[in-house]
């Protein structure tokens, strides 16, 4: 599970991203899971009155904890901040490939793409050229944030990673997950069948001084509702305790065989045929990365 949170001057740790708007030194990005590498854009363009404090936190599945995971992210300081997060698709597991690959390999080519001219801040476009460039067998869902210059947040989003934008302590943007059918996300692929950048979902935010970004893969917003998500913010004002504190949260609630989880109503909702012990109560116990 990964969360990232943004609010106002610029600081990176690890897998999960908090954004504020503030003065400080813009500092180089970090990719995770278990892979680091840093972007290449030697002297971003970013407005003084702009920057981001990133906190990070990554909670692997139990069972793929010594491979790291299979989440990604990075955090690059290129202008404004671009922040991304790429879940590796388990079911490519059965087929004797590791699905946390595809997801790193996507997450180190974006990583390089960010000062591209072609990208020009549209994530769109860095979707496309990352997972033109990515080789590596399986898919990923993948959702990257972009801070222009002129304090426009653009995201872009393919499958089930999602976003919420906090201002003043409301939500007031919300991704929606993109699915063939229930848990069955949208997702880039080494395969040609399968979804590409145009399937992307494309917002772009008005950012404003103190805004808050939680940022993650489905790990989180499968076991953490909106509503907790507002009272974690509101009781912890360090983004990386904030990431470790949602991060932890999220892996309680998917171990706990009482909780009546967002994915469980979800799936109770849709009628889905799942195994009785989700369908009544269900958690969903996955890989985790907070970005704050």
């Known amino acids: 599970m990964a969360v990232t949170v943004v609010s106002g001057c610029r600081h990176n740790q690890f897998l999960s991203a908090f954004f504020d708007f503030s003065n400080q030194i813009p500092r180089k990005g970090m990719l995770s899971t278990s892979i680091r590498c840093s972007s290449p854009a030697s002297n971003p363009v970013v407005r003084p009155e702009l920057s981001i404090r990133v906190g990070t936190q990554l909670i692997p599945h139990p069972k793929k904890a010594a491979k790291g995971g299979e989440d990604a992210f990075f955090v690059s300081s290129y202008n404004g901040g671009v922040i991304a997060v790429a879940d590796g698709v388990s079911g490519w597991a059965e087929k004797d490939v590791d699905p946390a690959q595809f997801s790193r390999e996507l997450m180190r080519r974006a990583s390089s793409l960010v000062d591209d001219e072609e990208v020009n801040y549209d994530p769109r476009i860095l979707v496309r050229k990352a997972h033109a460039a990515t080789s590596s067998t399986g898919s990923a869902t993948v959702i990257i944030s972009m801070l222009d210059n002129n304090g426009i947040l653009k995201v872009a989003n393919v499958g089930d990673c999602g976003l919420r934008v906090i201002r003043k302590g409301q939500i007031i943007f919300s991704t929606f997950p993109q699915e063939h059918y229930f848990d069955c996300p949208y997702q880039l692929s080494s395969e040609a069948v399968t979804q590409t950048y145009l399937d992307a979902t494309v917002t772009s935010i008005d950012s404003m001084k103190g805004d808050i970004i939680v940022m993650g893969s489905d790990g989180l917003f499968d076991n953490v509702f909106d509503h907790e998500i507002l009272s974690t ?3 912890h004002k360090d983004v990386v305790e904030t990431a470790k504190v949602l991060a932890d949260l999220a892996y309680k ?3 706990d065989f009482y909780f009546d989880s967002p994915y469980s109503i979800e799936a109770r909702t849709r009628g889905f045929d799942v195994p009785l012990w ?4 269900g958690q969903k ?5 907070n970005e704050i």
């Open 233 to 235: 913010i509101s009781k």
């Open 278 to 281: 989700k369908k009544a109560l």
């Open 285 to 289: 116990l996955t890989g985790m990365t």
């Open 253 to 255: 609630h998917s171990v």
